[in-house]
């Protein structure tokens, strides 16, 4: 059965469907760029040299000009209300606050942060040029202020069982 409609409620129903169908593309391509905002690997360049503006936690930090908090990869240290967060809070911020860090980018987290080695782009490296002796993550964990996250460094410090 089909229905003849008045034209002003043809002209309101084409209006309508017009109405939705734009909403409905507007809307796909405001969730596909959202979807293409998240940070990615190849978002940002793979090191930045920047100086450390505030320290977050024991292992989260944030460098000047640069949006993503950084997270120290391989580095586990105590949450906020956890015993140990103080200290290795402390530690980092003793290490890496009002310093220029070097930091090179292991991956994106789930989180959008940043996964780094960070290393102190002031100190000299040893004759031997190591850059061991620089960096913030080894510090902590060998101060013992934070634990080697053995999940995702594999036991690259050393400190794993």
């Known amino acids: 059965m089909f ?8 002209h309101f129903l084409h209006r309508s469907l017009l109405l939705f169908i734009g909403f409905f593309v507007v809307s796909t391509m405001g969730a596909a760029h959202a979807s293409t905002d998240r940070l990615t690997p190849t978002a940002y360049p793979s090191d930045i040299t920047a100086l450390c503006t505030h320290v977050v936690d024991g292992d989260s930090l944030y460098l000047k000009g640069f949006k993503p908090q950084v997270r120290l990869w391989g580095v586990d240290a105590p949450e906020r209300k956890q015993q140990g967060y103080g200290a290795a809070k402390s530690a980092l911020e003793q290490l890496a606050q009002k310093q220029i860090l070097h930091c090179k980018m292991k991956d994106v987290d789930k989180y959008g942060r ?7 782009a002031q100190t000299p490296t040893t004759d031997a040029g190591d850059i061991a002796a ?11 202020v934070a634990q080697e996250y053995c999940w995702f460094s594999k036991g690259f410090y050393g400190h794993c069982q």
């Open 114 to 120: 940043w996964v780094a080695r960070c290393f102190l």
């Open 134 to 144: 620089n960096e913030i993550n080894r510090a902590l964990i060998d101060e013992g």
């Open 3 to 10: 229905i003849m409609l008045p034209s002003t409620s043809k």
